[in-house]
C-alpha cells in the first residue's frame, strides 16, 4: 500500500464525515458555513496564486469558472439540507446523485458512458 493510497482512504473517511458535521453545524445560521467554507478555499486559492505566480484567469479558464459556479451554487444547497433533513438521507442524496446523473443521461441520452 502506497502513500498515495493511504492519503485516498484519509479523504474518503473525510468525505463520508461530512454528514456528520453538517448536522453539528444545524445551530449556526444556514449560511454562516458555507461563508466560512468559501472564504477559506479563497484564501488557498490566493496564495496558490503567489506561489506560482499564476493569475486566476489563467488557471481557470472558461470551463474551469463553469464548475467554480456550480461548486459555489451546490454547497449552500448542500449545507442547507442539513439543517432541514435527517443526516443520513442527506448524506445519501449526495453520494448517489452523479448514478442518479449517469443512469438518466444513458436512457434518455445515450451517451453510452
Do not use: D
Not at 84 to 110: E, Q, V
Amino acid at each position: 500500500m502506497t502513500a498515495r493510497h493511504t492519503g485516498l482512504g484519509k479523504l474518503a473517511i473525510l468525505s463520508w464525515g461530512l454528514g456528520a458535521f453538517g448536522a453539528l453545524s444545524a445551530s449556526l445560521p444556514s449560511q454562516l458555513v458555507p461563508t466560512f467554507c468559501f472564504a477559506m478555499a479563497a484564501g488557498m486559492g490566493w496564495v496558490f496564486c503567489l506561489v506560482t505566480g499564476r493569475t486566476l484567469v489563467s488557471l481557470l479558464g472558461r470551463r474551469g469558472a463553469m464548475i467554480a459556479m456550480l461548486l459555489a451554487a451546490y454547497h449552500p444547497v448542500y449545507l442547507e439540507a442539513y439543517h432541514h433533513a435527517a443526516p443520513i438521507p442527506a448524506s445519501l442524496i449526495n453520494y448517489l446523485w452523479p448514478a442518479c446523473l449517469i443512469i438518466r443521461g444513458n436512457l434518455f441520452f445515450r451517451l453510452h458512458s
